[in-house]
């Protein structure tokens, strides 16, 4: 090969470089389109409430909200919408474990819904309104959008009701959609990106390596990252931190995980018992 020749691939090389290493600043967001808060990093964040597991204090309760917002920890509540778009907060679409009657909440009405009984106990299956009027602005509050489908109508009345609350709140979720959707709606809301192992979830292998390595943060142009514990340290993460965006890990179960995951990320969403004593 001539000198010019040579020459003329290593540029194209370069060239080629340059190019990708763009289209992955670009995919993976750039950086944070704001300086993050203080607070979305001040200390553990109670995963669904601090719950006991019993019906006296179901997960994702206004029992299990009223407790951690006593003790002083931020909570992590998850939403779904009701078949006649109420958002609801229930982990499980499937409503057979946390209320033992059959159906979805997708397919069920709010009035139905609110008849139903948590564990067999007292406590109610809450709206998100419900939720954020019980813990007052008396701690911030991460909200998790569950959709896996098209957005739309949660994604609005989330980001209205957010918008709307006097205290602190963030909005988080595996659907990068999803953020976007509210970043349209209500572009002061904090933003999270979730992701983490994804094999598992039925998504084509071209879907799992981009959400995994956030290479749809293009989208969701998240202002923090929260992440799988059991897959931390990655690449993709340690990134993110360098652009400015915090980590969160999920979730710790116990005091132990909640230190390890202390070593590897700015904040932790912690079970109950990885919940410190106070």
Same mark, same amino acid.
């Given at each position: 090969? &001539?000198?010019?020749?040579?020459?003329?691939? &290593?540029?194209?090389?370069?060239?080629?470089?340059?190019?990708?290493?763009?289209? *992955?600043?670009?995919?993976?967001?750039?950086?944070?389109?704001?300086?993050?808060?203080?607070? #979305?990093?001040?200390?553990?964040?109670?995963?669904?409430?601090?719950?006991?597991?019993?019906?006296?204090?179901?997960?994702?309760?206004?029992?299990? *909200?009223?407790?951690?917002?006593?003790?002083? *920890?931020?909570?992590?509540?998850?939403?779904?919408?009701?078949?006649?778009?109420?958002?609801?907060?229930?982990?499980?679409?499937?409503?057979?474990?946390?209320?033992?009657?059959?159906?979805?909440? &997708?397919?069920?009405?709010?009035?139905?819904?609110?008849?139903?009984?948590?564990?067999?106990?007292?406590?109610?299956?809450?709206?998100?309104?419900?939720?954020?009027?019980?813990?007052?602005?008396?701690?911030?509050? *991460?909200?998790?959008?569950?959709?896996?489908?098209?957005?739309?109508?949660?994604?609005?009345?989330?980001?209205?009701?957010?918008?709307?609350?006097?205290?602190?709140?963030?909005?988080?979720?595996?659907?990068?959609? &999803?953020?976007?959707?509210?970043?349209?709606?209500?572009?002061?809301?904090?933003?999270?990106?979730?992701?983490?192992?994804?094999?598992?979830?039925?998504?084509?292998?071209?879907?799992?390596?981009?959400?995994?390595?956030?290479?749809?943060?293009?989208?969701?142009?998240?202002?923090?990252?929260?992440?799988?514990?059991?897959? #931390?340290?990655?690449?993709?993460?340690?990134?993110?931190?360098?652009?400015?965006?915090?980590?969160?890990?999920?979730?710790?179960?116990?005091?132990?995980?909640?230190?390890?995951?202390?070593?590897?990320?700015?904040?932790?969403?912690?079970?109950?018992?990885?919940?410190?004593?106070?």
């Amino acid at each position: 090969m &001539s000198k010019r020749a040579a020459a003329i691939t &290593s540029a194209v090389l370069v060239l080629l470089l340059a190019a990708v290493a763009g289209a *992955f600043a670009w995919a993976t967001g750039g950086r944070p389109p704001r300086d993050p808060s203080a607070w #979305l990093t001040a200390g553990p964040i109670a995963h669904r409430g601090q719950w006991d597991g019993t019906p006296r204090v179901p997960e994702n309760s206004l029992a299990a *909200f009223d407790a951690a917002a006593a003790r002083g *920890f931020a909570i992590e509540l998850d939403v779904l919408s009701s078949s006649d778009g109420v958002t609801m907060v229930m982990h499980d679409d499937e409503l057979a474990r946390m209320t033992g009657a059959p159906g979805r909440v &997708s397919e069920t009405s709010a009035a139905a819904l609110a008849e139903l009984r948590l564990l067999g106990g007292d406590e109610p299956v809450p709206t998100l309104a419900e939720a954020l009027e019980t813990i007052g602005g008396r701690v911030p509050v *991460f909200v998790e959008i569950k959709n896996r489908g098209g957005v739309g109508t949660l994604e609005d009345d989330v980001a209205r009701q957010l918008a709307a609350y006097a205290g602190e709140a963030v909005v988080m979720s595996f659907n990068p959609y &999803s953020l976007a959707r509210v970043a349209k709606t209500a572009p002061e809301v904090p933003r999270g990106q979730l992701s983490g192992d994804l094999s598992e979830e039925g998504l084509a292998w071209y879907e799992v390596f981009l959400l995994e390595n956030l290479m749809m943060d293009w989208s969701s142009k998240p202002d923090f990252i929260a992440y799988d514990l059991d897959e #931390l340290p990655s690449l993709g993460t340690s990134l993110q931190r360098l652009r400015g965006r915090p980590l969160l890990a999920w979730t710790a179960e116990d005091a132990a995980e909640r230190l390890k995951a202390e070593g590897l990320a700015d904040a932790v969403i912690c079970d109950p018992d990885a919940l410190p004593r106070r």
